[in-house]
């Protein structure tokens, strides 16, 4: 059932015209030099050409394709923009990549019931777009959000800086239209309560793995009447942590918190020149607070105490909309601008309980030194979810498996802390190797039960999230296939 014809033996030209009769011959890319584009994702340290790139613009088309697929047993990956940071949109070898970029239609808008109909391929930030000029707003938003497809979010359950108060993806998705690893298509629902099983729950954070979402249902949020941004920063990060903790302890959940490290401060102002971050403090927080008016003012007191009685050295207040968007800009933009001061930087996305923050923070830093690498942190601290940004150089020999040696040990700091080895940007071929740190073999089992479920002759994203070889699922499914045998499900 899992044998794959081998590359050298399968002939791509009848397959390329079946394609081509699918979705026309500008639906369909095979010169090397255009594959190149699709090679990597948003880490782009592991590369791996596929051997052929599909356009397709509906959920027929899709669904031919992966028909195709199946037939031919013609591995398969999902791609969207490609900003995924963990390896997930990474083709694997002799596959089809199969890209969103033109399922790029808002399907519907329904204000009454709050709900948005789209292609995976619309851009995370176009949702907010079509709606804000009549007071809603989409409230998961990566940083990444000009460039990222709401396929993507889904597939890796991403958050961003709204997500402590409203919740990431997962929270706004309310039903999917799936095209399945057979071809088959299926609708989760589009309505706040579903009977049966929860299949859009399941769904979310799946990586590509369970099939490829086609059409996907959110749910729109009212705008708050009023929104605040407080800036407060200090001389000792360890006081900006215990901030963090204190807000939440009083009750307040800001609609966002975050943390950046001077380095962070830094590089951004060397970058962006946002000009509002103060260079020689050691941690900035920005907390957004909103709501209503009457509550957004009561909080922003609540807060200001807090900030000063851990030693904050100045608080800045900003109302009004182009003070607040210059502060999250510089927040936001801070990976791309570790780009532009470090030949290439390794991003990770590790979660630790809040009260660890400053701790964990210093053994990171010291992990640093003891490897002879600079880490920028920049973190989603009101949900505890760390990004230590490694600056390295992947022209010198041997730093890259340097640089993943100290990842991996941050990743494993983060879960003896109590945490774990993703707080959004998923597990993909980057951290299967660490999921054994986190979950039990029989954890692992029922997780690739599932999957095979769905995907059973694994051809939907192979390779990604679980540890291969010896803790591999294809060797733990085989043996849960023989218990189930005679249940007709395979
Ligand atoms: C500068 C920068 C900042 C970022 N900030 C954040 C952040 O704040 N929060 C956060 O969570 N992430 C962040 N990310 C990571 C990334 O943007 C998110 O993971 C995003 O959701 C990926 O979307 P994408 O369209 O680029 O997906 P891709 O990278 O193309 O794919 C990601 C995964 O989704 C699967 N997939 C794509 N489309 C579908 C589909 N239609 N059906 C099924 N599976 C599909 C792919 O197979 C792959 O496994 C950031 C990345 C960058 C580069």
């Known amino acids: 059932m899992f044998t794959q014809i081998k590359p050298e033996t399968r002939n791509w030209k009848p ?76 083709p694997v070898e002799n596959c089809i990549l199969i890209v969103t970029a033109r399922m ?59 997500c402590l108060k409203y919740g990431a993806t997962t929270n706004h998705v309310l039903g999917l ?30 990586e590509g793995t369970l099939g490829l979402a086609t059409e996907i249902t959110l749910k729109i949020l009212k705008t708050p009447e009023k929104i605040c941004v407080v800036l407060a920063d200090f ?33 951004v102002e060397e970058v962006m020149n946002i000009g509002c971050y103060p260079r020689d403090a050691e941690a900035i927080l920005l907390i957004e607070l909103d709501g209503m008016p009457i509550e957004v003012e009561k909080n922003k007191e609540k807060v200001a105490e807090i900030c000063n009685k851990n030693g904050a050295r100045n608080l800045t207040f900003a109302n009004d909309p ?17 780009g532009k001061m470090s030949p290439d930087y390794f991003v990770q996305d590790g979660v630790i ?7 964990v923070l210093k053994q990171i830093n010291r992990l640093g030194v003891e490897y002879g690498y600079k880490i920028v942190n920049v973190f989603h601290a009101g949900d505890g979810n760390l990004h230590p940004v490694i600056l390295f150089d992947n022209n010198i020999p041997g730093d890259l498996e340097k640089v993943e040696a100290l990842g991996g040990e941050i990743l494993k700091l983060c879960v003896k802390a109590g945490g774990s080895i993703s707080g959004e940007h998923g597990i993909g071929s980057d951290k299967k190797c660490y999921m054994s740190d986190m979950f039990t073999e029989t954890d692992l089992e029922t997780m690739q039960y ?41």
């Open 104 to 162: 790029n239609r808002i399907l519907s808008i329904d204000y009454d019931n709050q709900r948005i109909v789209v292609q995976p391929g619309v851009i995370n930030n176009w949702v907010t777009q079509a709606v804000s000029g009549s007071g809603f707003f989409y409230a998961p938003d990566p940083s990444s959000q000009t460039v990222c497809s709401i396929g993507g979010n889904i597939a890796e359950n991403s958050g961003g800086v709204h």
């Open 235 to 267: 001389t000792n990060i360890e006081n900006a942590g215990s901030t963090v903790t204190d807000i939440i302890q009083a009750g307040i959940i800001p609609a966002g918190l975050e943390i950046m490290d001077n380095l962070a401060i830094n590089i």
């Open 353 to 359: 309980p809040r009260t660890q923050l400053a701790p």
């Open 15 to 90: 397959i390329i015209q079946e394609l081509e009769q699918i979705l026309g011959k500008n639906g369909v890319i095979r010169r090397k030099e255009e594959l190149l584009t699709y090679e990597c994702d948003g880490l782009p340290v592991y590369r791996q050409k596929p051997a052929i790139v599909v356009l397709p613009r509906t959920t027929e088309e899709v669904s031919e394709i992966i028909k195709l697929c199946d037939r031919q047993e013609i591995p398969w990956v999902a791609r969207g923009a490609g900003t995924g940071l963990s390896g997930g949109a990474l």
């Open 177 to 206: 239209k799936i095209v399945l690893p057979d071809g088959s298509i299926i609708d989760t629902g589009g309505i706040p309560e579903m009977p049966g099983y929860d299949l859009t729950g399941l769904f979310v954070g799946s």
């Open 450 to 490: 599932i999957r095979s479920i769905f995907n059973p002759k694994q051809l939907a994203n192979p390779s990604k999230i679980f540890p291969t070889p010896r803790t591999c699922g294809e060797t733990s499914n085989t043996f849960k296939k023989e218990q189930f045998k005679d249940m007709e499900l395979f």
């Open 322 to 338: 182009d003070t607040r968007l210059k502060l999250w800009k510089g927040r936001k933009a801070t990976f791309g601008a570790a």
